[in-house]
Every structure is written in structure tokens, then in C-alpha cells.
């Protein structure tokens, strides 16, 4: 079992900046890929950030390329997301995901490659 705990989320204007982080336990943390989804009210969860276990590769949502960075740090199995020029269409709640023994990227953006999901953290952009 994976227990996957996000924080960092929380209100900032449009062009600002937020740093998320999933705190992870229960497995050999570096044998997996991670990921980020997020989903909008009203809409369907959709694929934002994957990087691979040993952070090597990584791929992104063609609507936060450039302006997301997902990394991790094995050490501290926790992942991350750095989030800059914020706009108001990021509004969603976002959830940190687990690829268990699986360590590649490869079809990251599918949210039935993961097996295990974090309770979300709620992120605002004002305009």
C-alpha cells in the first residue's frame, strides 16, 4: 500500500507562483514513475505533469509546458511541482499519482497507469 500526501496548494493571483509537494510512503519510492493530474469543476481530471523514478525524464501537458516543472527527490521521496505564470484556467484541484513498479514515462498521461492517488490539494488563481 501507498500513502501519497499533497500540500502546497492555496490562493494566488494570475501570474504568480505555487510550489506543490506529495509526500510519499509505503514502497521503494525510486521503482516508480509519478505524476500530476488535476481536475476542474465541472470538468473531467486531466493529465498535467509524469516524471520517471529516477527523475530523469519527464513529460508535460502541452497547456503547462513552460511554465510547470515537475521534479522529486528520491531521497525524501517527494515529488514536486512548481507552478509559475499562474493563470485562472490552472483553477483545480490537483493530485499527486503513483505508478507502482513501473519507472518509465511511457503512457503517464493515462490516468489508469497509476494505481495509487493522493486526496488532492486545491489550487486558486484570481484573475
Known amino acids: 500500500q501507498v500513502q501519497l500526501v499533497e500540500s502546497g496548494g492555496g490562493l494566488v493571483q494570475a501570474g504568480g507562483s505555487l510550489r506543490l509537494s506529495c509526500a510519499a510512503s509505503g514502497r521503494t519510492f525510486s521503482n516508480s514513475a509519478m505524476g500530476w493530474f488535476r481536475q476542474a469543476p465541472g470538468k473531467e481530471r486531466e493529465f498535467v505533469a509524469v516524471?520517471?523514478?529516477?527523475?530523469?525524464?519527464?513529460a508535460y501537458a502541452d497547456s503547462v509546458k513552460g511554465r510547470f516543472t515537475i521534479t522529486r527527490d528520491n531521497a525524501k521521496s517527494t515529488l514536486y511541482l512548481q507552478m509559475n505564470s499562474l493563470k485562472p484556467e490552472d483553477t483545480a484541484v490537483y493530485y499527486c499519482?503513483?505508478?507502482?513498479?513501473?519507472?518509465?514515462?511511457?503512457?503517464?498521461?493515462?490516468?489508469?497507469?497509476?494505481?495509487?492517488w493522493g486526496q488532492g490539494t486545491q489550487v486558486t488563481v484570481s484573475s
Open positions: 516524471i520517471s523514478g529516477s527523475g530523469g525524464s519527464t
Open positions: 499519482t503513483f505508478r507502482q513498479n513501473n519507472p518509465t514515462i511511457l503512457g503517464g498521461a493515462l490516468p489508469g497507469s497509476y494505481a495509487y
